[in-house]
C-alpha cells in the first residue's frame, strides 16, 4: 500500500543523499507520530515505515503497546524529554533514546537498562543554540558529559541530537552537532525535521525526524 506524504519524504530522502553523494541506506527516517492516533499510524505502518518517534512516554505508551502487538518488529524511539521517574516505562518501550542530556537522567537509563537487560541507542541531546528554555546539554559540557556516560555509567552512546532554534538557519548547528560528534568519535546525528532534512543530510545526518510532512499538519 502507498502512502502519500511517506512516499513523498522517502523521495526527498534519496534525493538529498544521493545530492550530498550519500548512500540513502545511511539515513534512517524516524516517522515522529506524535499527537497521531492508530487510525493515522495504521496506513504508514502497511505502507513499509517500521521506526517511529514519539515525544511522550506515556502517551507512546498507550498508543503503542497494542500497535507493538501487532507489528513487533516496529522500533521506537523517544525524542522529547525524559524525567527520571519515567524511565523504567521509557527503556522498556523504546528501542531508542534520543535525549539523553543530564547525569541523572544518564544513571537512571543506565540502571534501567541493567535491571531490564535490555540495551538502547542512545543519542545526548545538544542545545546548540544555547537556548535557555531548551532541553539539552551545552556545547561547551558535551565532552565532559559523554566521558562521563562512556567512563563512569559504561554506556554505549551512538549519537548526538539537536533541535536548532526555530528562526534561524539550521546549518551552522548541524554542523558543530557533527564537530563535537567527530571529535567524540561518534557516528550517529539525529537531526533534521521536516523543515529542513534535506539540509541535515547534507551536512550528514544518519537519523532525520520527520513528523508533519508525513502525517499532515497537527494542532
Ligand atoms: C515534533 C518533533 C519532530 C518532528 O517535527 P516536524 O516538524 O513535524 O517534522 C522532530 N523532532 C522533535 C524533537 C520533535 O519534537
Known amino acids: 500500500m502507498v502512502h502519500e506524504g511517506l512516499k513523498r519524504v ?5 534525493e538529498a543523499a544521493q545530492a550530498a553523494g550519500r ?3 545511511g539515513v534512517t527516517l524516524i516517522a515522529v507520530s506524535k499527537t497521531f492516533d492508530a487510525a493515522d499510524i495504521v496506513p504508514v505502518i502497511e505502507a513499509g515505515q517500521r521506526v517511529f518517534g514519539e515525544n511522550r512516554v506515556q502517551e507512546a505508551k498507550a498508543k503503542w503497546l497494542p500497535l507493538k502487538m501487532q507489528w513487533p518488529d516496529v522500533e521506537l524511539h523517544l525524542i522529547g524529554p525524559l524525567q527520571s521517574n519515567k524511565a523504567a516505562d521509557a527503556v522498556q518501550l523504546f528501542d531508542a ?5 543530564r547525569r541523572k537522567i544518564a544513571e537512571a537509563v543506565a540502571s534501567e537498562m541493567q535491571k531490564q537487560g535490555k540495551a538502547l541507542q542512545l543519542f545526548v541531546q545538544v542545545n546548540t543554540g544555547r537556548e ?15 566521558q562521563f556516560c562512556r567512563d563512569s555509567l559504561g554506556l554505549e552512546i551512538s549519537g548526538l541530537m539537536c533541535i536548532p532554534p526555530v528562526d534561524e538557519d539550521p546549518a ?3 554542523e558543530m552537532l557533527k564537530k563535537i560528534a567527530a571529535r567524540n568519535g561518534l557516528r550517529g546525528l539525529s537531526m533534521g525535521m521536516s523543515g ?3 539540509k541535515a543530510i547534507a551536512c550528514g545526518a544518519t537519523h532525520v525526524r520527520v513528523g ?3 502525517f499532515g499538519l497537527r494542532d
Open 10 to 14: 522517502l523521495n526527498g530522502l534519496v
Open 23 to 25: 548512500a540513502p541506506g
Open 97 to 101: 533514546i534520543h535525549t539523553i542530556d
Open 132 to 146: 535557555p528554555q531548551k532541553a539539552g546539554i551545552g556545547p561547551e559540557e558535551a565532552d565532559e558529559f559523554l
Open 172 to 174: 551552522p548547528h548541524f
Open 196 to 198: 529542513d532534512y534535506a
Open 212 to 214: 508533519s510532512a508525513i
